[in-house]
C-alpha cells in the first residue's frame, strides 16, 4: 500500500483515501488485522487483553452501593408509613378478636388504614422506576 502524501490540491476524495490507506499500514504494523497474522497467531490474538481489568467489578459494586442507597432512601422516606402500617394491622387484629361474631359493622372502623400507609403504596412505585 502506497502511504505517500496526497498532492496539494487534492480532492476530498483524494485525502480520504489517503487517511484510510495510513490507518490501516498503522494498523498492519502493530498487527491488529487478524488476516495478517499466521493461524497458531491468530488464536493467541483472540485471547490477548485489550481492555483495563475489573470494569464489570467497578461496574457491578457501584450497582451494589447505589441499590443500597436507594433502598436506604426508600426506607428513611417511607419508614413512618410501615410503622403506621403495622400499628394499623396490630390494631385491626385486636378489634377482630374482640367484635361480636355476629355484628360485621363492628370492625369496619378500624379496616380503614392511616394515610401514610396509602403512601407508601405511591412510594412504591417511585421505588420501581430505579430499578
Known amino acids: 500500500m502506497n502511504a505517500t ?4 490540491r487534492a480532492s476530498a476524495r483524494a485525502v480520504l483515501r489517503f487517511a484510510l490507506r495510513r490507518v490501516m499500514l ?3 504494523r502493530q498487527g491488529e488485522i487478524m488476516a495478517d497474522r499466521q493461524p497458531l497467531n491468530a488464536t493467541f490474538f483472540a485471547f490477548r487483553k485489550r ?4 470494569v464489570l467489578l467497578r461496574t457491578t459494586l457501584a450497582f451494589a452501593a447505589l441499590s443500597l442507597a436507594a433502598i436506604a432512601l426508600f426506607a428513611w422516606l417511607n419508614w413512618r408509613g410501615v410503622v403506621d402500617y403495622i400499628n394499623w394491622a396490630m390494631a385491626l387484629g385486636q378489634v377482630a378478636e374482640t367484635a ?4 360485621p359493622s363492628a370492625v369496619f372502623g378500624a379496616m380503614m388504614p392511616p394515610a401514610s400507609v396509602l403512601s407508601v403504596f405511591a412510594g412504591y412505585f417511585l421505588f420501581l422506576i430505579v430499578f
Open 100 to 103: 361480636d361474631p355476629k355484628d
Open 5 to 8: 502524501l496526497p498532492p496539494p
Open 51 to 54: 481492555e483495563r481489568g475489573g
Open 26 to 28: 498503522d494498523r498492519r
